[in-house]
């Protein structure tokens, strides 16, 4: 298992935990002096009062969490949202909602999901043509939505 280093920017800020046991993120919370009404079709910064140290060749991913998601049409409109390693600052998330009504996020409140990723890196070698495919150039939904 590896370990990621976390430091509370703010005395109420809440390490992030996984619910489960089976989870596969750790929920993030909300380090607020006061509530922050994200307003209907708008966005809000949402402060966690903490940084983290991730270790070399991993990236931390913020995502929504399906509850707020299913039932207030919040999420995060860059999911997954990428922390690299060599970040240093408040993590801070992006919040989004989609609804017809503010939504009130409050302090302590779970507001995203955080997994853990190892992350590659790799090479870029710029050529003249590359190698064929059945699949070819097609995208975006070039296969239909039938079964």
């Known amino acids: 298992m590896i370990r990621i280093h976390c430091k509370k920017l703010h005395p109420e800020a809440r390490l992030p935990k996984y619910a489960t046991e089976g989870a596969a993120g750790m929920d993030i919370s909300a380090c607020l002096?006061?509530?922050?009404?994200?307003?209907?079709?708008?966005?809000?910064?949402?402060?966690?009062?903490l940084a983290l140290?991730?270790?070399?060749?991993?990236?931390?991913?913020?995502?929504?969490?399906?509850?707020?998601?299913?039932?207030?049409?919040?999420?995060?409109?860059?999911?997954?949202?990428?922390?690299?390693?060599?970040?240093r600052g408040e993590l801070k998330v992006i919040l989004i909602n989609h609804g017809k009504d503010a939504f009130e996020v409050k302090h302590g409140d779970r507001i995203a999901q955080m997994v853990i990723a190892k992350v590659e890196k790799v090479a870029v070698v710029e050529v003249a043509a590359l190698s064929e495919t059945k699949r070819g150039e097609g995208g975006f939904g070039h296969t239909g939505v039938e079964g």
Request: glycine residues 6%.
């Open 53 to 87: 140290e991730i270790p070399p060749g991993y990236e931390a991913q913020l995502r929504p969490r399906s509850g707020l998601a299913l039932k207030h049409l919040i999420s995060l409109p860059n999911a997954p949202a990428t922390i690299d390693a060599d970040f």
């Open 33 to 49: 002096d006061e509530p922050i009404s994200v307003e209907a079709q708008s966005v809000a910064l949402v402060p966690t009062g």
